[in-house]
């Protein structure tokens, strides 16, 4: 079963970077490099058996996908998969990780509960992101210019975090009202309502 988890995410890696190898952003950066370390005239060298065009094109498409794998960092579902990311080592793994954060949990209650420190950078994502109900993958996927607004607006601290929550679910309710679809649908709910049922007699 966890050999067939790990073939599934690298089926999904490989989907991911073969589709930032469409995007022009990443295709034209991979290519230019490509050009600079001399990677796509190696390709078209013919060498000692002749290179069909096809050939040579798979080739270059290789070359483009691996300097996107070794320069975008991706995070979340699609990133890179790893061994100790696997259920059976996540469960193998348990007992060690439930005594880190027993650890992990102390020092923050000794020093910043109790010695009152200040929270640093670090700390005050961690905050953040639980206030937002976010998994780690989630959180790191986002852009980091999203965490620098999170931290300027110091959400961290919960009065903060409410008036950033409020704003968001102001912002949604506008765009949804604009939004023609949702307006169908509201319609559509307000009319027919979901599943209504009628009873008739025979």
Avoid at 181 to 186: A, E, G
Wanted: glycine share 4%.
């Amino acid at each position: 079963m966890w050999n067939q988890q790990f073939f599934s995410w690298w089926n999904s890696y490989d989907k991911t970077i073969s589709y930032l190898a469409t995007v022009p952003k990443y295709r034209i950066q991979a290519m230019e490099i490509a050009k600079q370390q001399g990677l796509l005239r190696k390709a078209k060298e013919k060498g000692r058996n002749k290179k069909s065009k096809e050939e040579v094109r798979d080739e270059e498409e290789n070359i483009i996908k691996n300097i996107i794998k070794s320069k975008v960092d991706i995070k979340g579902g699609y990133q890179k998969p790893r061994m100790r990311d696997l259920l059976l080592f996540q469960i193998l793994f348990a007992p060690f990780h439930l005594c880190s954060y027993i650890v992990w949990y102390c020092r923050w209650v000794y020093n910043f509960n109790i010695k009152g420190k200040e929270y640093g950078e670090e700390e005050r994502l961690y905050i953040i992101r639980k206030s937002m109900k976010m998994s780690k993958s989630q959180f790191d996927s986002l852009e980091d210019h999203q965490k620098e607004t999170f931290l300027k607006r110091e959400l961290w601290i919960k009065e903060n975090y409410e008036v950033y929550k409020q704003e968001q679910e102001e912002e949604l309710k506008k765009r949804l009202a604009n939004d023609p679809r949702w307006k169908r649908y509201r319609r559509w709910m307000k009319n027919e309502g979901p599943g209504r049922l009628t009873f008739v007699d025979d």
